[in-house]
């Protein structure tokens, strides 16, 4: 991981949608008036939601007006975390757990393949369909390792073929399922691992 | 008072103290990196480790409030080997390169390196390299040095009201920037420099130019604005190679402004060397005995009343003695030193200088400022008056508006009419000001240059004592003048006679009625030059020089000795660090060389005399250093007219007050820089 970079094409404005401003009274009603500035981590996410998955520094500015901070105030945070996308990504946004469990069961492997089928560097757009992937450490679903995030999914128990046709079918645009791919619910033992007449773990 | 044990030795210590303040009163040496007594507390350095009774860890002493009954000790192997650990992890990332590394000499990080530290380093990995930022024209910046103290972050937010340094990023890759590396929009911002522990932040305009123990310091005053900052001065053979602060908590703290610090290198350069003479409308070098000659010549040739002087903004109370000396011997009474006709009683000390004293800024309770924006005139006065204002939230209100100060305040009115109305009670804010206890009203010479600039002063002067807002204790009555010579030539009676009061000199140099202008160092006077013969002695060829039909060469603040009065009434010296440049002389060794060519009979003093007799004159002097004594308070009724006018604050060209700036490389870029922002916009 390194530090992140502002991407070079910025859109000059930026402006909560009517929806997302609704949202924003809600966050900030959570937070006292003098500390307002508390909330600008969720607008930052609100703002990465509405803006295909990235802040640009329009953004940033926007939120730093909104909440009376500066604007440096504002960019610290959005550097400081690294779920903040400061550079557009792919519509298919592929985040590939390398924290050491998955990593064990083989991450590495779904690394290669992103690199193959996606693009040879993290955070490149690839050429066919729209996808981007990244590196990114513990997801927090250890139990189903390796794993990958796509967009809000998550895509559990892998192994080199079934990486293989997610990520086809990500490029085709018609994404399979998210969930489990060696036919677990949720993180119940696989069938033939239960014991003792238990039917859940 | 509670009691603290430290190292064995029992001391007393005041509540609310850290632990690394307890061991600085009793002589304990920590060393530390990120902690600044003048800055908010970080503790992310880790240097200032020390063994605390009951800890199981050691604690960072800068953070730790120190409480009754502590048991601290510094001296032991556990504090010594957590020392050696921080400063392996400061330096593991550090570059080695202090033969290239312009603090090298006065690094933090290498002194401390060599106290505390190991003299070898266990990482064999690879150092990270951070991108070199672009902070402005002032600042250079190598962050692979950096070691993330965040001094300059704390600094930018809390002194400089400029909130525009951070750190991005986290961990391994932490940086710290201005925010899309613009440069910071301070007037205060080279201070980061002098804070930067490492050398991640080093001069621009000083750089690779000499090592610290190469250089001579004086320990001197600045003379670009009215505050009159302490500074020392660094000189190489005869250059002046750069201005430090030196600290001062009654006037500048630990700072200065960019100004002071950085129009240094005007002291090299437009200088005048040799008199000139203007002959076929064309300025040709000249010898002095020429110059003088020409000059006595042109004295025979006129009548007394004829002739006028005008001093500038950087000349020192001896010089200007020696010129008003010379003034009487000519016989002439039309002695000037205010660039625009601004109203100032010079009757008693109060009604011209700054009487709450900067430092007693932090004890105000309410701020009106009058015409004046004092972030530009007196940019570390208005550092004291943010400091004021982070620290009470004291109300802070002004008449005109002056622009962003770096801090909030309200606008109560835009005229006359407003202060007018305050004084009559009439205005909802002069109940506010009624409440107060230690108000403090601060007029600028914007306002005091209006027609109604005699209304606007005695009124509030008289409404203030009328109300015992001025008494024995709290004196918030305050005049800030613009330049650093304006304070010491009120108190030496310059203006005397018709003068006083009246705007003789300014209607009659409009008139035309001189014919023999002498311009001693003053730059700003604006002049429609006709057919008079205009004599400019001073050390740089600016707009004074450009009018001249005569310049004679003469030292700049840096290469002589001199009082300046600053706007408190402090009396200060400003040391001679350097010398005269070519055949040029101080300012009253010139004088009594014309003294002398002209026949006088009289013995013409010696710089110490001039001293003596500077010392003597100056009403309610105390000690050199110290504020002035303070006189009783009495009502003058002076019938001052009110017009109704709006009162605008004349904006300042920050960069190019006077002529050292002028002929500053730097400040011009500065000037420049900002000039784009304006343009621009600033919000990129």
């Known amino acids: 991981m390194s530090l992140k970079k502002v991407h070079e094409n910025q859109p000059k404005e930026f402006k909560f949608s009517d929806k997302n401003l609704k949202k924003v009274e809600e966050i900030l009603k959570k937070y006292p008036e003098k500390n307002k500035k508390s909330a600008v981590m969720p607008l930052l996410y609100l703002a990465q939601r509405q803006n295909n998955n990235w802040i640009p520094l329009a953004a940033m500015k926007y939120i730093a007006n909104y909440l009376a901070m500066p604007y440096i105030s504002v960019y610290e ?25 998955c990593l064990l069961r083989g991450a590495d492997k779904i690394v290669k393949l992103c690199k193959e089928n996606i693009s040879p560097n993290e955070n490149e757009i690839s050429k066919k369909g729209n996808c981007s992937w990244m590196e990114v450490e513990c997801l927090g679903a250890c139990v189903s390792a390796p794993m990958v995030q796509i967009n809000d999914d998550y895509y559990e128990d892998l192994d080199e073929k079934s990486t293989k046709e997610i990520l086809t ?8 399922k998210p969930g489990s791919y060696r036919g677990r619910k949720n993180t119940s033992p696989e069938k033939n691992l239960i014991n003792n007449g238990e039917k859940y773990a | 008072m509670p009691k603290i044990t430290i190292n064995g030795k029992e001391i007393e210590f005041e509540k609310g103290m850290t632990v690394l303040q307890a061991c600085e009163l009793a002589d304990v040496e920590i060393p530390r990196f990120c902690y600044h007594e003048k800055l908010s507390i970080a503790g992310n350095c880790r240097m200032c480790l020390v ?17 009754e009954g502590m048991n601290i000790k510094t001296n032991t192997t556990l504090v010594e080997k957590a020392r050696k650990g921080v400063m392996e992890f400061l330096l593991a990332n550090h570059p080695l390169d202090c033969p290239v590394c312009d603090q090298g000499g006065e690094c933090d990080l290498q002194d401390q390196s060599l106290y505390y530290g190991v003299d070898k380093s266990r990482f064999v990995e690879n150092k990270r390299y951070v991108k070199e930022k672009y902070m402005g024209p002032l600042i250079k910046t190598q962050m692979t040095r950096c070691i993330h103290c965040t001094r300059c972050v704390r600094f930018a937010t809390e002194v400089a009201g400029v909130p525009e340094i951070g750190a991005i990023g986290r961990g391994e890759n932490m940086e710290i920037t201005t925010y899309l590396e613009k440069s910071m929009d301070s007037e205060l911002s080279a201070n980061v420099i002098d804070l930067c522990p490492v050398g991640a932040l080093t001069s621009k305009p000083y750089a690779f130019e000499a090592r610290p123990w190469e250089l001579k310091k004086t320990e001197s005053v600045d003379v670009m604005d009215a505050v009159g900052s302490n500074i020392r001065v660094d000189t190489y053979n005869w250059e002046v190679k750069r201005i430090l602060p030196r600290l001062n908590n009654e006037i500048n703290e630990e700072w200065i402004s960019d100004k002071t610090r950085y129009s240094c290198d005007g002291l090299l350069k437009q200088r005048l060397d040799v008199p000139y003479i203007k002959k076929n409308n064309k300025l040709q070098k000249s010898n002095w005995d020429e110059a003088i000659n020409l000059l006595v010549n042109k004295i025979h040739s006129v009548q007394p009343n004829e002739i006028a002087g005008h001093i500038g903004d950087m000349i020192n109370m001896e010089n200007a003695l020696s010129f008003k000396k010379f003034f009487q011997l000519l016989k002439s009474e039309n002695l000037e030193f205010r ?23 932090e004890d105000a309770d309410l701020i009106l400022l009058v015409g004046t924006n004092p972030r530009h005139e007196a940019s570390i006065l208005n550092a004291r008056i943010r400091k004021t204002f982070v620290q009470k939230k004291v109300p802070i ?35 506010k000001l009624l409440c107060a206890k230690k108000p403090i009203i601060i007029i600028g010479e914007s306002a005091l240059e209006l027609k109604s600039g005699g209304y606007i002063f005695e009124e509030i002067k008289k409404f203030l004592i009328k109300n015992n807002l001025i008494n024995e204790n709290w004196n918030g009555l305050n005049i800030l003048v613009q330049n650093a010579s304006t304070v010491g030539l009120l108190d030496l009676k310059i203006l005397q006679g018709k003068n006083t009061k009246s705007s003789s000199f300014f209607d009659e140099l409009k008139k035309r009625k001189f014919k023999l202008l002498y311009l001693l160092g003053s730059d700003n006077l604006e002049i429609q030059k006709n057919d008079e013969f205009i004599v400019y002695q001073g050390s740089h060829g600016d707009r004074g020089a450009e009018i001249a039909d005569l310049i004679l060469p003469s030292a700049t603040y840096t290469e002589q000795y001199g009082l300046y009065e600053n706007l408190e009434g402090r009396i200060q010296e400003c040391k001679k660090a350097s010398y005269p440049i070519g055949e040029a002389l101080e300012d009253w060794k010139i004088f009594n060389r014309v003294i002398k060519t002209l026949g006088f009979k009289e013995k013409l003093p010696n710089f110490d005399e001039l001293r003596k007799e500077v010392l003597v004159t100056v009403p309610n002097f105390s000690e050199i250093n110290e504020l002035p004594k303070k006189s009783p308070i009495k009502i003058n009724n002076i019938e001052t007219s009110f017009y109704n006018e709006k009162i605008f ?16 490389k730097t400040m011009s870029e500065c000037r420049q820089i900002r000039q784009k922002v304006k343009k621009d916009g600033t919000n990129n």
């Open chain 1, 77 to 101: 945070v959005a550097t400081f975390y690294t779920m903040y996308n400061l550079a557009p990504v792919g519509k298919h946004f592929i985040q590939v757990c390398t924290t050491t469990p």
């Open chain 1, 169 to 176: 079918s990500l490029i085709n645009d018609k994404p399979l």
């Open chain 2, 51 to 67: 063994e605390m009774e009951k800890s199981p860890k050691p604690i960072a002493s800068c953070a730790m409030p120190a409480t």
């Open chain 2, 339 to 361: 660039e625009k006709n601004f109203y100032i009683n010079s009757d008693e000390k109060m009604n011209y200088i700054f009487n709450s004293s900067i430092a007693g800024v």
């Open chain 2, 397 to 431: 209100f002004s008449i005109g508006n002056p622009g962003d100060l770096t801090y909030e305040y309200e606008i109560i009115g835009d005229s006359t009419e407003d202060i007018k109305k305050i004084v009559n009670k009439e205005h909802d804010f002069s109940q």
């Open chain 2, 649 to 664: 604050v004349r904006e300042l060209d920050y960069y190019y007050t006077n002529s050292i700036s002028r002929s500053s």
